[in-house]
């Protein structure tokens, strides 16, 4: 995919989600100060927050799309997964916020003290559950069509937003019918699920920013594809490594040693361009020519 269509997709993807989340914001925080729930005004103040968030992701995504100089000769794409890894921290911090917010609820245990809240929170839960995973599932298909880390981390901050929707939906429903305990019992098992999407989050921008292999059937079908071209008699070393979401390639291949420095020149070109316009996502092949084990 070209950068600029990458770029503008990417882009469309983040403004999307910051109109919804601000117009989602708005609604619930009126909805919350209307019907007197708390909750409400909470969910309200975390829809806010991921408006920081998919302002992150476009700042990421353009930064990464630059195109190669002089002082960054292997482009800018990891810079990317730096946002992936402010979003995922921003993910945990507000998935460990809900669960302590959750704790002192549970450990304070003045159930009765708290206000009965109206009708038209537990309507905004609602559409606010239905809207925001419309928006994760938008936006997480973008983000594997694009293959973009920071984009996916995105998404599940919808997810997040969701899932502390229905928290707010069963706390609301549960205080209407006379058990308050439940919203902070919801809260906490919400606070794991956006705890362990951050973690995910986490691990895969990190996997790519320090040099991570690709998996072994990914190199598998690299070397059945080197082995069909003509001239190729064995692979002495195959290193792959993801950077961004684009990968390098390191191959070492054998040839016959009696051949000429044009000829196997032209071995390693045949390796070299049918691999780029295999896999698109290979942005840069390194291939060293070896004359055949017996030959040196």
Excluded at 4 to 29: E, P
Aim: aromatic share 6%; hydrophobic share 45%; with cysteine.
């Amino acid at each position: 995919m070209e950068e600029k269509t990458f770029l503008h997709q990417a882009t469309k993807v983040s403004l999307v989600s910051i109109i919804g989340n601000l117009v989602l914001s708005l609604l619930k925080l009126l909805a919350g100060i209307i019907a007197s729930s708390g909750a409400m005004i909470s969910d309200a103040v975390h829809s806010a927050s991921d408006v920081f968030s998919s302002i992150i992701v476009i700042i990421g995504v353009r930064i990464s799309s630059k195109e190669s100089d002089k002082e960054h000769p292997y482009g800018h794409e990891r810079l990317e997964c730096v946002a992936a890894i402010v979003l995922a921290t921003v993910l945990a911090v507000t998935g460990l916020g809900i669960g302590y917010l959750a704790l002192q609820k549970i450990i304070r245990g003045n159930y009765d003290e708290l206000k009965v809240p109206g009708m038209l929170a537990l309507i905004a839960a609602a559409v606010s559950i239905v809207t925001k995973e419309a928006m994760f599932w938008y936006t997480r298909w973008y983000a594997k069509r694009l293959d973009s880390p920071a984009i996916m981390a995105d998404a599940w901050h919808h997810r997040s937003d969701a899932l502390s929707s229905v928290g707010a939906l069963i706390g609301i429903g549960g205080a209407m019918l006379g058990y308050p305990i439940m919203e902070p019992v919801a809260s906490l098992i919400i606070c794991g699920f956006i705890c362990k999407a951050a973690f995910d989050i986490f691990k895969d921008a990190t996997d790519k920013m320090v040099d991570k292999s690709c998996d072994e059937a990914f190199e598998n079908e690299i070397k059945e594809i080197v082995y069909k071209q003509e001239g190729v008699l064995g692979i002495d070393l195959l290193q792959t490594r993801m950077f961004g979401n684009k990968i390098y390639v390191d191959i070492e291949i054998a040839a016959d040693g009696e051949k000429t420095l044009n000829e196997t020149h032209d071995i390693a070109e045949r390796v070299h361009d049918v691999l780029e316009e295999t896999y698109p996502k290979i942005k840069h092949i390194m291939v060293h020519v070896n004359p055949l084990e017996g030959q040196k």
